[in-house]
């Protein structure tokens, strides 16, 4: 639920004329130093602020509402020590911030406001039902009931509220709800799990948008449970019918990977508890769907959530995640359950917008970058054939992204990756029927032969580890392989063109003579190149030319003119 901010616009927008005006008065001043802010106050708050004190408390809740990462994060940590810190406020004072500040701000519709209080909540509550255990030592009356009790009023939606004010409601319940499973305290209250758990069920029964959210703080609060309560909150989830749901399924498999010896629910899954047993029902789960037959009886399968979401559903990671573990095992017969569990499971062919939420699934997270070897399938390889307009340059994305910046644990096969890439696009791009080419394939002049120029010629300052020459090379014979698929109808002759006119090759540092060289002829092939379309068709010979020229690399000492 969280995610990285990127400095505003408006504050770039703010120093730009700074800079400009800066430089028109003297060229010779030197710009001064951005000053630091100044520490925030983190003395103890009072009980009935005024004045500077009130003045305090709301920039403090202000930057916690802030969509800067930074911002947040220190006023949460100043919050956490005005109350907490040296010897604590007074009961009254930390209650009126709990029930008046917190769990209230958690309703705000403000971007960052859930995140940042947030942070607080959790802290707050570690602190006071954990190890410390504060509430029993100098909060009595701050009980688990009565703070639990703040949350549930204060994210109640009351009166005649908009669509959007009864979700910020929602929103928040659900955020406070993750707050104490974060706190890591429920397990050590005897419970108090149930607690939480029963109003995150009736959350995602009420509001069935929020039934993955749900799904998922429960998969986070697996992690702190023993067998037992385990074994008791999956008989919980199937009697509410949430065992037949993708959020079931993903709860299940994690299960039996913590819990090898647990004994689960007859239903829906078996005794084995592995829905990759069970594919006509695993693949209802997942295309959220089942029979009539299964959705009555108290039992029933949870509403499903109504629309498709081009977001990846967590449980899409776990269960393939499954598959490549079991592959790299060299599990008996994988390859053929996995070709099964593809067939029943997924149609990207009637469904095209799922292609790059599978394919990201794939390759990215538990998936593996080298999948089609791994399981010795073809369905990258599928998948990538039915790339278009309507995805090319999302898929370019999903395939350029774990290839760019490679964590240093797996630096060995970054290159390996790389070259990879080059292996799909080339394959993307084959699949292309040149003489139609105009009319869905536009992602090939926008995406992808601009993302392998870039590793073939050019410096990103963003690939870690650096690309290594090797891979440079067998990328640039990725793209001329390219450009032959493409020029074998006259009317591709634009791509090459258009590439080399856009393509910045820095990779090599130029001299003078020769950069002036390649500018010259880029700004020859400009020129023919508007010719060329001028004349509409008509003139072969210059397409031809153009055609040889580039194909055979010559580009850069180009002079002829017509």
Avoid at 335 to 344: C, H, T
Wanted: charged content about 25%; proline content about 4%.
């Amino acid at each position: 639920m969280g995610s990285k901010r990127k400095r505003s616009a408006q504050d770039a927008a703010a120093a730009a004329p700074a800079a400009k005006k800066q430089q028109k008065d003297s060229k010779s001043a030197t710009k001064k130093p951005a000053e630091a802010p100044a520490p925030l106050d983190t003395s103890p708050f009072v009980n009935n602020p005024k004045g500077d004190e009130l003045k305090r408390e709301v920039k403090l809740y202000d930057m916690l509402s802030s969509e800067d990462d930074s911002q947040r994060l220190d006023a949460a940590n100043a919050i956490v020590s005005g109350l907490l810190g040296e010897n604590g406020v007074e009961e009254s004072t930390l209650q009126r911030h709990l029930e008046r500040r917190l769990f209230r701000g958690l309703a705000s519709g403000r971007k960052g406001a859930r995140l940042g209080f947030s942070i607080v909540l959790s802290e707050l509550l570690a602190q006071l039902f954990g190890a410390a255990n504060l509430s029993a030592t100098k909060y009595p009356g701050l009980t688990f009931d009565n703070v639990f009790e703040f949350l549930i009023l204060k994210t109640k939606p009351e009166g005649d509220l908009s669509g959007q004010e009864q979700k910020d409601h929602a929103l928040g319940l659900l955020f406070g709800l993750q707050c104490f499973v974060r706190s890591k305290i429920l397990f050590s209250i005897d419970g108090k799990w149930e607690l939480v758990l029963d109003k995150l069920l009736e959350l995602s029964s009420k509001k069935s948008w929020t039934r993955e959210e749900c799904g998922w703080v429960i998969m986070e609060a697996l992690e702190q449970m023993d067998q037992d309560q385990a074994e008791s909150t999956l008989s919980k989830l199937c009697d509410a019918g949430l065992g037949l749901s993708p959020e079931g399924v993903g709860i299940w498999l994690r299960a039996r990977d913590k819990f090898p010896k647990m004994k689960f629910p007859s239903k829906p899954w078996g005794q084995s508890g592995n829905p990759l047993e069970h594919l006509n029902s695993l693949a209802k789960a997942l295309k959220e769907s089942s029979s009539s037959e299964e959705s009555s009886g108290k039992g029933q399968q949870a509403k499903q959530t109504g629309t498709w979401n081009p977001k990846l559903h967590f449980v899409w990671d776990i269960v393939l995640s499954q598959y490549v573990k079991a592959a790299n095992s060299k599990a008996k017969n994988i390859m053929s359950e996995f070709d099964k569990f593809w067939k029943v499971t997924v149609d990207v062919e009637e469904n095209p917008e799922a292609l790059v939420v599978v394919l990201q699934g794939l390759i990215d997270g538990n998936g593996a970058y080298s999948f089609d070897r791994v399981t010795k399938t073809k369905t990258i390889e599928k998948l990538l054939s039915m790339v278009d307009d309507t995805n090319g340059e999302a898929v370019l994305d999903v395939l350029t992204s774990p290839v760019l910046v490679v964590p240093s644990s797996e630096t060995n096969d970054a290159e390996k990756s790389r070259q990879m890439f080059g292996d799909y696009v080339l394959t993307a791009i084959r699949h292309v029927d040149v003489a139609e080419a105009s009319e869905k394939s536009s992602w090939i002049k926008t995406a992808a032969l601009p993302q392998l120029a870039s590793l073939a010629y050019s410096n990103n300052p963003e690939a870690k580890p650096p690309i290594s020459e090797g891979t440079r090379t067998l990328i640039r014979n990725r793209l001329t392989s390219a450009f032959t698929h493409l020029l074998s109808n006259m009317d591709g002759y634009h791509y090459p063109c258009d590439l080399v006119i856009s393509c910045e090759p820095d990779a090599v540092a130029m001299d003078g003579l020769i950069t002036s060289a390649k500018d010259g002829a880029f700004a020859t092939l400009q020129k023919l190149m508007k010719k060329a379309k001028k004349e509409g068709g008509k003139d072969k010979a210059t397409y031809q030319t153009l055609v040889t020229v580039i194909r055979f690399g010559h580009l850069p000492i180009v002079q002829w003119r017509r």
